[in-house]
């Protein structure tokens, strides 16, 4: 009988083919949680070299695949188990597809002989799983043999890392993942991004308007990050003359000292009436939505060139000239493009240069500042700015620290990660550990592998049992909590719309204890004394928590 066993044991099934196809591709870490229906899944996993992370809710295994892809342009890998699981996971992979990160998503699946909707009363049964996740994930699959699981995934990755990336869902049910296989084991996978160049009658047509522009400017959404074409974007903007304005999600495409940065102040009246000035306005990587346009308060006066790798994000606010391609390789056209312009192009601001018109724009948002009391959320960020080492990663809740961020945050060398696609809550902490184990896996140093994870009260409250998560993978992450009592900037919208506020005010624990309960030292401090609090906790080893109780206020909108 123990022989009989251990010969079962030893049977390769359908979930080892998940494993190998996985390795094969390049997965080196998965985050998840094990679940019934997944049990041959992970079962495989302890016969490879494969990472595991474990979470303790599903949507904060979504958010930490997120980190992990964000921080190390790597495919996420998540396994989901059926039903409740995989349901849990849904915002978490909004955030991802809202903001294009590649993420590979294994989910189990009841029975093959209950699928079609049948309701034979199985447990975490759902009519049509994927059908869930079909809002939320750039497409989905269902796996009904064995021998179809290396193909499946080897087209779902292909699907992931294809501009527009995002995430994508294989599901295979427990059957399958249990069942012993003929098939070999997968040496070899490649997945390719299939190429979307872009239309040559267009983007000649962007080079002739911005052959005679005189006022082009451009606005760098997240789409440049994720194409990595920093340098692409700031070689068109020297060759134009071009102010740039950054996105929350462009956030660190541009050089934020630069002469041509107008930064992210894309909040700011004043930001926005030079972009309406523009005779030729550049949206790359961006939907030009809410925030960007200034609450669709941006009315351009001038031409408008569109570029996204998403179709449906073209002229989807504003009629422009869109050009469906990856930022980078736009970009590049356009960079090679306009260094054969003879003469060059001529920027004149009405008779100023772009240089001055940059400087008198954000003279004029630092003035607008002034003559409010922000003296506090000014040093504030100022002080968490000057803390946080230049090349270090940093991940944002839906904060109004974060809201803050947006608009003020110098990237310098490291990159500014927030959860602005969807503005779900929890994505903060989450995210910084699937980062900070991401840069570690990928050869940091625990002490690079550093990262600043910013979340609010509220929040935290979404994410705060992964503080087992860190504490188990020892991951760098320096956590800091901003306590206000409750849900600050919604606070701030009832008052501003009602004069009162209505169910935003929260009890909260002792966030101090409760870290220190799961063996995370923490500590509260006055936020005055928050740039020498985070100094100390980056140079301290695994992670912490640094908590300030203060009432943090926004700045006044421009676009009422």
Same mark, same amino acid.
């Given at each position: 009988?123990? /022989?009989?066993i251990?010969?079962?044991?030893?049977?390769?099934?359908?979930?080892?083919?998940v494993?190998?196809t996985?390795?094969?591709?390049?997965? *080196? #870490?998965?985050?998840?949680?094990?679940g019934?229906?997944?049990?041959?899944?992970?079962? +495989? $996993?302890?016969?490879?070299? &494969?990472?595991?992370?474990?979470?303790?809710?599903?949507?904060?295994?979504?958010?930490?695949?997120?980190?992990?892809s964000?921080? #190390?342009?790597?495919?996420?890998?998540?396994?989901?188990s059926?039903?409740?699981?995989?349901?849990?996971? &849904?915002?978490?992979?909004?955030?991802?597809?809202?903001?294009?990160?590649? !993420?590979?998503?294994?989910?189990?699946? !009841?029975?093959?002989?209950?699928?079609?909707?049948?309701r034979?009363g199985?447990?975490?049964?759902l009519?049509?799983? *994927?059908?869930s996740?079909a809002?939320?994930?750039?497409?989905?699959? #269902?796996?009904?043999?064995?021998?179809?699981?290396?193909?499946?995934?080897?087209?779902?990755?292909?699907?992931?890392?294809?501009?527009?990336?995002?995430?994508?869902?294989?599901?295979?049910?427990?059957?399958?993942?249990?069942?012993?296989?003929?098939?070999?084991?997968?040496?070899?996978?490649?997945?390719?991004?299939?190429?979307?160049?872009?239309?040559?009658?267009?983007v000649?047509?962007?080079?002739?308007?911005l052959?005679?522009?005189?006022?082009?400017?451009?606005?760098?959404?997240?789409?440049?990050?994720?194409?990595?074409?920093?340098?692409?974007?700031?070689?068109?903007?020297?060759?134009?003359?071009?102010?740039v !304005?950054? /996105?929350?999600?462009g956030?660190?495409?541009?050089?934020?000292?630069?002469?041509l940065?107008?930064?992210s102040?894309?909040?700011?009246?004043?930001?926005?009436?030079?972009?309406?000035?523009?005779?030729v306005l %550049?949206v790359?990587?961006?939907?030009?939505?809410?925030?960007?346009?200034?609450?669709?308060?941006?009315?351009?006066?001038?031409?408008? %060139?569109? %570029?996204?790798?998403e179709p449906?994000?073209?002229?989807?606010?504003?009629?422009?000239?869109?050009?469906?391609?990856?930022?980078?390789?736009?970009?590049?056209?356009l960079?090679?493009?306009?260094?054969k312009?003879e003469?060059?192009v001529? +920027?004149?601001w009405?008779?100023?240069?772009?240089?001055?018109?940059?400087?008198?724009?954000?003279?004029?948002?630092?003035?607008?500042l002034?003559s409010?009391?922000?003296? *506090?959320?000014?040093?504030?960020?100022?002080?968490?700015?000057?803390?946080v080492?230049?090349?270090?990663?940093?991940?944002?809740?839906?904060?109004?620290?974060?809201?803050?961020?947006?608009?003020?945050?110098?990237s *310098?060398?490291?990159?500014f990660?927030?959860?602005?696609g969807a503005?779900?809550?929890?994505?903060?902490?989450?995210?910084?550990?699937?980062?900070? $184990?991401?840069?570690?896996?990928?050869?940091?140093?625990? +002490?690079?592998?550093?990262v600043?994870a910013?979340?609010?009260?509220?929040?935290?409250?979404?994410s705060?049992?992964?503080?087992?998560t860190?504490?188990?993978?020892n991951?760098?992450?320096?956590?800091? %909590?901003?306590d206000?009592?409750?849900?600050?900037?919604?606070?701030?919208?009832?008052?501003g719309?009602?004069?009162?506020a209505?169910?935003?005010?929260l +009890?909260?624990?002792?966030?101090?204890?409760l870290?220190?309960?799961?063996?995370?030292?923490a500590?509260?401090?006055d936020h005055?004394? !928050?740039r020498e609090? $985070?100094?100390e906790?980056?140079a301290?080893?695994?992670?912490?928590?640094?908590?300030?109780? #203060?009432?943090?206020?926004?700045?006044?909108?421009t676009?009422?």
């Amino acid at each position: 009988m123990t /022989s009989e066993i251990s010969g079962n044991l030893a049977q390769r099934n359908g979930g080892d083919l998940v494993i190998e196809t996985l390795e094969a591709l390049g997965a *080196k #870490t998965v985050f998840g949680i094990p679940g019934q229906h997944a049990l041959g899944l992970f079962d +495989a $996993l302890s016969r490879s070299d &494969l990472h595991f992370v474990s979470s303790r809710v599903e949507n904060n295994s979504a958010f930490a695949a997120d980190g992990y892809s964000r921080a #190390t342009g790597e495919v996420g890998v998540l396994f989901l188990s059926t039903g409740p699981g995989a349901l849990t996971s &849904l915002a978490g992979l909004q955030e991802a597809y809202a903001t294009g990160v590649p !993420i590979v998503v294994v989910a189990s699946q !009841i029975p093959l002989d209950g699928l079609g909707a049948r309701r034979k009363g199985m447990l975490h049964q759902l009519d049509d799983q *994927k059908a869930s996740a079909a809002n939320v994930t750039k497409s989905q699959r #269902t796996v009904h043999h064995a021998s179809g699981i290396p193909s499946a995934i080897q087209d779902a990755w292909a699907d992931a890392i294809t501009v527009p990336q995002g995430p994508v869902w294989v599901e295979v049910p427990q059957d399958v993942l249990l069942a012993p296989v003929l098939v070999p084991p997968v040496v070899d996978a490649l997945a390719e991004a299939y190429e979307h160049p872009p239309r040559v009658e267009l983007v000649n047509e962007a080079v002739r308007w911005l052959s005679d522009a005189r006022r082009p400017v451009i606005v760098a959404g997240g789409g440049v990050r994720r194409a990595r074409a920093e340098a692409e974007l700031l070689a068109v903007a020297e060759l134009l003359g071009a102010p740039v !304005i950054c /996105s929350p999600g462009g956030n660190g495409a541009f050089p934020w000292t630069h002469e041509l940065s107008l930064q992210s102040w894309v909040e700011d009246r004043h930001a926005t009436e030079v972009l309406e000035d523009a005779d030729v306005l %550049i949206v790359v990587g961006s939907a030009l939505g809410e925030v960007t346009s200034n609450y669709f308060t941006l009315e351009p006066r001038g031409h408008l %060139i569109q %570029i996204d790798a998403e179709p449906r994000v073209l002229e989807s606010n504003r009629p422009a000239l869109g050009i469906r391609a990856d930022a980078k390789v736009a970009l590049a056209y356009l960079r090679d493009a306009l260094v054969k312009v003879e003469g060059g192009v001529k +920027a004149d601001w009405h008779g100023s240069t772009p240089q001055q018109v940059v400087a008198e724009t954000l003279a004029k948002v630092t003035e607008r500042l002034d003559s409010q009391d922000l003296a *506090k959320e000014r040093k504030f960020m100022a002080d968490i700015r000057a803390a946080v080492p230049a090349g270090m990663q940093t991940f944002w809740d839906m904060t109004i620290s974060a809201y803050w961020g947006w608009s003020c945050w110098d990237s *310098k060398d490291g990159q500014f990660h927030s959860a602005q696609g969807a503005g779900g809550l929890g994505y903060g902490y989450p995210s910084a550990i699937g980062g900070a $184990l991401g840069l570690q896996v990928a050869g940091a140093s625990a +002490a690079d592998a550093r990262v600043l994870a910013v979340s609010g009260d509220g929040s935290s409250m979404y994410s705060i049992a992964e503080l087992a998560t860190a504490k188990q993978h020892n991951a760098p992450v320096t956590w800091l %909590i901003v306590d206000d009592g409750g849900y600050g900037i919604l606070r701030e919208y009832m008052v501003g719309a009602f004069g009162k506020a209505t169910a935003t005010e929260l +009890a909260r624990p002792d966030f101090v204890a409760l870290a220190e309960s799961f063996g995370v030292p923490a500590r509260l401090v006055d936020h005055t004394d !928050i740039r020498e609090a $985070l100094e100390e906790s980056f140079a301290a080893e695994g992670p912490n928590v640094v908590v300030v109780q #203060t009432l943090l206020k926004m700045f006044a909108p421009t676009h009422l």
